[in-house]
């Protein structure tokens, strides 16, 4: 079962790129890596997801080696309203397929003027 | 609003009372998942459902947890004579299948349940 561990915290300033990692070294070989963001009294919100090498959409990106027992979520520029605690979740996405979904512990990101 | 939507938003029970939670996903989706999330932790999975086949389920929920989705559409999330240590915001979220894989799940505002 995938484990994943993020570090609690972390601070910026605005303007700056934030790098958060998430270490997953039991992730299976169906396992997905999804990033959410997730906002006080709110439910997550969908970031960005990969299984291998580099994903990038319009709001960040993800880096994830080719041993794949690690991810990289990258913030470009944050501002203010990207404080937020932000998490990485392993899991299996394709059609039947059962798997557990793992939550890691999540990352507070407070971010500075 | 066409998000999910969680029934009732706030709960509060007695110690050994049963509670009963309800999801209505986005229409269209069909997978459905449940999460436990309580304060300064990641949502901890509990199950979920593709139609109204459970495809997987944590340990929690062959105690006191149980799940259904009948139709296909709302779920239902029970627990049973609960104790103080189910105090928790219960999440629901579902997704929709893209070409052959569920990518992002849109998750409801929760239920937080407080057990007195």
């Known amino acids: 079962l995938a484990k994943t561990t993020q570090p609690i915290s972390m601070d910026s300033y605005e303007g700056q790129e934030v790098n958060i990692t998430c270490s997953h070294n039991?992730?299976?070989?169906?396992?997905?890596i999804t990033w959410y963001q997730q906002f006080p009294s709110q439910g997550p919100r969908f970031i960005i997801q990969?299984?291998?090498t580099k994903v990038t959409n319009e709001v960040a990106s993800l880096f994830i080696p080719a041993d794949r027992k690690s991810s990289t979520l990258s913030l470009p520029r944050v501002s203010l309203s990207d404080t937020a605690v932000y998490y990485c979740?392993?899991?299996?996405?394709?059609?039947?397929?059962?798997?557990?979904?793992?939550f890691g512990q999540g990352t507070e990101l407070s971010v500075k003027p | 609003d066409t998000g999910v939507s969680q029934n009732p938003r706030h709960k509060i029970t007695k110690r050994g009372q049963n509670v009963t939670f309800r999801c209505d996903p986005i229409?269209?989706?069909?997978?459905l998942y449940w999460y436990r999330q309580t304060l300064g932790q990641g949502p901890e999975f509990l199950t979920y459902?593709?139609?109204?086949?459970?495809?997987?389920k944590s340990r929690l929920l062959s105690d006191r947890f149980s799940a259904e989705r009948p139709k296909g559409s709302f779920s239902t999330l029970e627990i049973q004579r609960t104790e103080q240590g189910d105090s928790a915001m219960y999440l629901c979220?579902?997704?929709?299948?893209?070409?052959?894989?569920?990518?992002?799940?849109?998750f409801g505002p929760g239920t937080r349940l407080t057990v007195l």
């Open positions: 459902f593709q139609n109204e086949a459970q495809l997987e």
């Open positions: 039991n992730i299976a070989t169906n396992d997905y």
């Open positions: 229409s269209e989706h069909n997978r």
């Open positions: 979740l392993v899991g299996p996405i394709l059609y039947n397929q059962g798997g557990k979904l793992i």
């Open positions: 990969g299984y291998k």
């Open positions: 979220a579902s997704s929709f299948k893209g070409n052959s894989s569920y990518n992002e799940q849109f």
